[in-house]
């Protein structure tokens, strides 16, 4: 029986709603607290089984952050905001001696960049406190770093070669839409590609390089190689790694739009001024596109995120891929959500629970991959991500 404390309204936070008021045995209470309350209250309305409370919150400011977790007293914050807010969400976390989750790292927002460091700069505040603060813990990253934690401790003595898959073959019948936030969305996107290989990263210019890659029950897509979070921390966590890659498809339509929007400078985030006012063209671009949260009505098609992995088990070497295929369909139908959004609040929900109930413990700043996967791996299928491994697959494209 615990309380948890939901920040953030959007696609992936009615996610995490939903899915926690599934589990009241565990959430027994649950509080949705974000910028704009009629979002939370319209969200905590979908779930019938109990009340869901809510609260308007300015995830930025602290003091206001303190004030509602005094108040309301949970046992964990899920902060399913944006990465602008990690720091603030952390800070009040210490504060008031609440254990932390989230599924995105920290962005400052005016440089398009993120990274663990700032993150990561929290760990010895958060041992000291005795608190957890659990990193990343959406599809990927999250499900991604679990799984390869899952593939290293389950089927290899040491991995080398990894490379991460998403696929989104949905169709939500728009022009262009972005699938979570716009503006995160974007400046992921249009920053150079990065990967790493025999201890040293690789930067290329955005989006050059790409193969077509063939997804289980999807076909073939081409895949661009982008920089993503979760390669920071496993390259850290995983010393064997030699070469760590990540690779996601894109539509030719999707592309088309973006070069557009980039060479007339939408998807700038230098402030401009407008009829006198300083605004940011990526933030007005966002207001005009549909909501992520929005697109689940008519999507069709799946997404098929997964791991292909090469390493040495037994002096022999041996290759792996493991993922999960998610239809956005299904997903409407379960909680009217889109399957970008349920694939990342899914783990946020199993992750707030591992900590709830010891299975996952420790103190300090910690990266999914770093908490034993299996008490994870053999209950998110039941939550809605079931998972299929092949060992020696195939077709193995790298
Ligand atoms: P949305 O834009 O749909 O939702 C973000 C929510 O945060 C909105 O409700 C917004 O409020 C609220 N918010 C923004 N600023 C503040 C603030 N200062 N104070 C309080 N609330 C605020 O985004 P998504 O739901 O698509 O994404 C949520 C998070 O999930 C992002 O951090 C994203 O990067 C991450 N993500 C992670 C993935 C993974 O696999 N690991 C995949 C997809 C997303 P308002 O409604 O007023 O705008």
């Known amino acids: 029986m615990s309380k948890v404390l939901i920040i953030g309204a959007g696609g992936v936070g009615s996610v995490v709603v939903h899915k926690c008021a599934q589990v009241p045995e565990i959430f027994s209470e649950i509080m949705l607290a974000s910028r704009t309350l009629s979002k939370c209250e319209q969200i905590a309305n979908q779930i019938t089984n109990m009340k869901v409370k809510t609260a308007q919150i300015d995830a930025e400011n602290i003091p206001e952050l303190i004030n509602l977790i005094n108040s309301y007293r949970p046992d964990i914050v899920i902060n399913v905001a944006l990465p602008y807010q990690d720091l603030t969400i952390m800070e009040a976390c210490l504060a008031t001696k609440v254990n932390y989750l989230d599924t995105a790292n920290y962005e400052p927002k005016d440089v398009a960049k993120f990274e663990y460091k700032w993150q990561w700069d929290y760990h010895n ?39 991460i898959v998403d696929c989104n073959a949905g169709d939500h019948g728009k022009a262009f839409a972005t699938n979570f936030n716009p503006e995160i969305n974007i400046r992921e996107i249009t920053q150079k590609g990065k990967y790493f290989e025999n201890g040293q990263w690789h930067e290329i210019e955005a989006l050059s390089e790409h193969k077509p890659i063939n997804y289980p029950e999807v076909g073939p897509k081409e895949s661009y190689l982008l920089f993503h979070e979760e390669l920071e921390s496993l390259v850290k966590n995983i010393p064997t790694l ?34 006198g006012k300083e605004i940011i063209p990526l933030q007005f671009l966002k207001a005009v596109l549909p909501d992520p949260g929005s697109l689940g009505e008519n999507y069709t098609g799946t997404t098929s995120i997964g791991c292909y992995i090469r390493g040495k088990k037994d002096g022999k070497e041996k290759t792996y891929y493991i993922y999960n295929n998610c239809d956005h369909a299904e997903v409407y139908k379960e909680i009217k959500a889109q399957a970008v959004s349920y694939t990342t609040g899914v783990p946020a929900m199993l992750g707030a629970m591992m900590v709830l109930t010891g299975k996952w413990n420790g103190t300090g700043v910690i990266n999914v991959e770093q908490f034993d996967p299996n008490p994870f791996m053999e209950k998110i299928g039941q939550y809605g991500l079931p998972w299929k491994e092949i060992v020696n697959p195939e077709y193995f494209p790298f």
């Open 242 to 275: 030699k070469r760590a890659r990540f690779w996601m498809t894109f539509g030719q339509s999707y592309i088309t739009h973006l070069n557009i929007l980039q060479n007339v400078g939408m998807t700038s985030i230098k402030p401009i001024i407008y009829e």
């Open 125 to 163: 505040k958060f041992r000291e406190a005795g608190l957890l603060a659990v990193l990343g813990c959406g599809f990927d990253p999250g499900q991604t770093n679990i799984y390869t934690a899952y593939a290293l401790k389950n089927h290899f003595d040491e991995i080398n070669y990894l490379d």
